[in-house]
Each structure stands twice: as C-alpha cells, then as structure tokens.
C-alpha cells in the first residue's frame, strides 16, 4: 500500500496534531529502547543485574531492524550504543559497534529471516546473542588489557535469549498498531 | 535542505553503517586516549538522571518492604524462635562486650592513648546499579552541596563497602569491594597476618599477599588496616571462607547485593589517593 502522502492527487495540509502523532510513532522504537535501558539501572536488587541492559538492548535492537529497519538508523544505534556504553560502565565504543554488527547482519540477512517463522527467527537470535556477547567480551578484555571471566558474557546471552519472545511479541503487536505512522 | 538526486542519497545511506562502525573504533581510541572522557560523560548522565531515579526509589522502597512482609509472614514462626535463640546469644556477648569495653577504657586510661578522632559522616541513598557486567559499583543520590570527597569510605550497617571513586554535583559512585580494581589491605583478625583483598567480579573478593605460615583460617574475621593511610584500622570486612579450589575468600559481612541506604565516612586519610583528574584545581576540604 502507498503511503498517503506519496499518492499523486490534491490533498490537505497535515495538521500539526497529525504531524505529532506520526513523530510519536516514529519515535516509539527508540524511545522505547532507552526507555527500557534506563529502567535496568534500577536497583531492583535482583543477582547479576548488570546482564538485564545486554538483555533487553539486545532484543529491542534485533526486533526492530528486522521488522522496520527505518525505525532504528545507523545514526540512532550509534545513540544507543553510546548510552550502552555509558550505563553498563564499559569502555567506550564497545556498544556501538557491537549493536551497529547485529543491525548491520540482521539487515543482510533480513530476507532469509523473515521468510522463516517465529521459531527460527528465535533461533537465529540465539547465534547472535551469543555472538554480540563474545564480541563484546572480546572488545572489553582488548580495551581493558585484562583477561575477564567469558562466564558473565554467556549468561548475560542466555537471558537475553530467554527474554526475547516477550520483546518479539510485544514490539510485533505495537509494529502494527501503536508505532505505526501510517495509522496516525 | 540540500537535494540529492535518488543514487547520491542511496549510496550516501549505504555509506552510513560503514562509516559509523568506524567511528566507533575512533571512540574506542578516543576513549584509550583520554579516560577521563568517559567518567566525566558517565557523572554528568547520572547526574541528569538521578533526579529520576530518587523519585522511583520511593514506590520501589514500598513493593522491596511489601514483598518482604508477605515472605516474612510465611515464615514468622522460625524465624521467630531463631531471633528468640540468637538474641539470648547475643545478650550474653553484650554483657561480655560490656566488661569488655569497660576494662579497654581503664587500660586505655592507664596508658595515656590518644584516641581516634570521631569521623564525620552522611547518609545517602543507593539510587542506581552503577556497575556494569565487569564492573561493581553503586550511585548515591547525595544532593546538591554533599561535602562528599573522592577517596571517603563507605559503609552500611554491617560492614565495608567500598570507597568513593567518582564525585558528580548532586551524585557520587562508590566503588565496591568486589569489583575487579578493588585492592585493600586487610589484616587477619586472630593472626594480626597483614593481607590484600582483591575483588574478582564475584561475590567474593579474594586474599593475597599474606606471610608465610599464618595462611587465612576458615571463619576468621578481616578487619582493614591502617597501612597506606587508605583505611582506617578495625572496620569491619567479612570473614574467611576457603573455597573447594582451596582458595582463601571473604565473605563480606556488608549486604552489598541488596544496598538501600550507606553512610559516607570522611576519616581524612590521606593517604593512596584515587586518580584525581588533571587540569582540575583542589577541592577545599573545609567544612
């Protein structure tokens, strides 16, 4: 379906109320991304918090590249890994690159991924947590110039696996309804 | 706005993901060469966000305390008859500690000591998990004018928790005993054996470096040491658990998962500083 505003033909002028709730909805993935981020900062005084930032980043930004890769751009991971960095107390840069990998692949293979169900695309959501976290790892370990325990990177991979169905199936739901601009 | 025709902006947006995977590999340099850089951009972030936080603690506070009651109520009757057994326990310590204290005193008084000085403290609340994956940190929510200085020493009810690493304008981190960095100097309660614990990441920070044949017992109790003028003497760390790969742990005796509120100690050590930023003029320390 074409968007409204590409269709040829006279039309009005989009009010400002309109033009406010389709920034909104253009807004949501990001904004819900951080929003989430920031919420792990809590002290919610669960064991091993500091996993739940790499665990729900990671979901957030996988769903939303696959389903709208025009939700999240390079220049907002970028953001995003920015704030990664700064919240999980990790050398600078780590974050970005290793979320710009996940998007950059996860565009590439986009195809291929859609195609399959749920299920698969879970599945090949576990190859890339693991792989995010061990890239991550690595890069901390080379920056820090210390060798660091490989076991909190394949824990915090593991969870994030464990909570990606509730984000999938959140983020789908609100693909279709809220965060829709075409709906606004 | 510029307009490019439909290929320029194409190749400019397949261009992007490169080019900004690149600047993350300039950040990292950036980061490599400046450290600062970052602690500064983490302090101003949690100062901005602090405000937040504090007002989250609030609701946050009520469900820890609720959920605490229902759990509490499930198992009053136990609980009850162990607080009835350890408070007997420790009735008998008071009056030990008591008779205890009153002979130090005499003792004291015969020797012409020179007390301790009674340090001065705050109390602030722990907003934020300030750590990360590898690192063990909390934020403080101090409040504008905290008189907190970088290098003071955290404690909450039961024991050491860390010490002040990173002074925002209305926040400070307090870096705890078990983060990677963590090195304190410790003596060995019954064997007066001087040793250093090293935090690991985990919930144990480990010993090091103590003199041959006083190894750290099973149970014994780990005081700071005033050597390096870090610590004050006496405060109390944890105790001694010999792990299965034999290696010599602490326990720390402070609740450093579940910390709610901490007291800021400013004992006026001067002695191993924590990096201070350059280019920065002293912080008065008149209060």
Redo the contacts between chains.
Sequence with gaps: MARPEQAPGIRPRISLGRRLDIAARCAFPAGCTVMLMLLTQIPFGIADQAALLFAITLPCVYVWSLARPTALPPPVMFLIGLLFDLLGYLPLGVGPLTLLTVHGLSLRWRPMLLAKGFLSGWLAFCGFALGAALLAWALIAALLFQPLPVGPALFEALLSVALYPAFAILFLRAYGTIADPERA | MIRLSIQARQALAKL??PV??A??????????ADAL??DR??MV?ADA?AP??LL??EP?GGL?QSVAAVSGLWELRAENARLREENERLLRWQSVALALDAENQRLKANLRWIPDPAPSYVTAR??????????K??LLAAGPNHGIHKGEIALDERGLVGRVTEIGARTARVLLLTD?NSRIPVILETSRAHAILVGT?GARPRLLYWPEGSAPQEGERVVTSAEAAAFPANLPVGSVHVSATNVPEVVPAAML????VVRIFDYGMGGVATPEAPLRLPERRGR
């Design positions: 992007t993901l900004l995977i600047a993350s590999f300039g950040l990292m340099l950036l980061g490599k850089l970052a951009a983490r972030l966000l937040i936080y989250l603690a946050l820890h722990v907003v934020a998990d300030a750590g990360g994956l590898y690192a940190a909390v990677l990441n998962d579940r910390l709610e």
